[in-house]
């Protein structure tokens, strides 16, 4: 899971909450935390352009993108049916 998100923007005021939720949800080790100022160029590779943007992979691919901060339930879910498609 990617989170990106920027110390200017006002709704990634309370990024270490959602962080820590996210870490709940996924695992510790599976949650990436990027701030878009210091890392422009990954910003870009994954064509973030709203923060903060939420996005899960699987094996590499995107199988999930939320602009702004998703639901703890929504992410749950998310992040669920990626475990799924992983597991396949």
């Known amino acids: 899971m990617l ?6 923007a006002r709704e990634c005021q309370d990024m270490s909450r959602f962080c820590h939720a996210a870490a709940e949800i996924a695992g510790e080790s599976a949650v ?3 701030n878009t ?3 422009p160029v990954t910003a870009h590779a994954h064509h973030v ?3 903060p943007t939420v996005k899960i992979l699987t094996d590499g691919a995107e199988v999930w993108t939320a602009e702004g ?3 703890t339930e929504d992410l749950k879910v998310a992040w669920r ?4 498609i992983q597991a396949a």
């Not at 989170?3 to 200017?8: E, I, K, L, Q, S």
């Not at 049916?81 to 799924?84: K, N």
């Open 3 to 8: 989170v990106f998100w920027a110390p200017w």
């Open 32 to 34: 990436i935390s990027l």
């Open 37 to 39: 100022d210091t890392n």
């Open 49 to 51: 352009q709203r923060v």
């Open 69 to 71: 901060l998703p639901d």
């Open 81 to 84: 049916a990626a475990s799924a």
